[in-house]
């Protein structure tokens, strides 16, 4: 869900209002995704289960303090990639600018100099990134 927020920072050196304005906005709904990993499934330290509907600003202290945390970890992480992956990101972009959608097979072409990266058991590419 930010990748494209990311991407934004990292390649424009800006965010723009799409990336974070509105419900259907990138971090509305990756905030949404950490509030139902925090409080509906449990995956937080506690026992406590929150419904994921419940506001966010009537959330406890720690679980908002964990929520932001998380948000801002895989946010970390996607900057990562953009760096690391900037040029073949620049690649597909000037492509699409040119014909406007590409298929599963083109994309897999532009895409072919990706090195990928072994899987860890905790979920992490060796890079950091799940």
Known sequence: MLAGRAAEEVLLGDISSGGGTGVSSDLAQATRL???AECGLGFGPTLTWVPPETPYSLLPEPMRQRIEASLQAVQ???R???DRH???VERVAG???ERREL???QI???LSDIVQE???PEGRTSAGVE
């Open 76 to 78: 970390a992480e996607a």
């Open 80 to 82: 990562a990639a953009m």
């Open 95 to 97: 492509v699409l600018s």
């Open 86 to 88: 900037r040029t073949t």
């Open 34 to 36: 950490a509030i139902e």
């Open 103 to 105: 298929d599963a097979a």
């Open 108 to 110: 897999a072409d532009l």
């Open 118 to 120: 072994p899987v860890r």
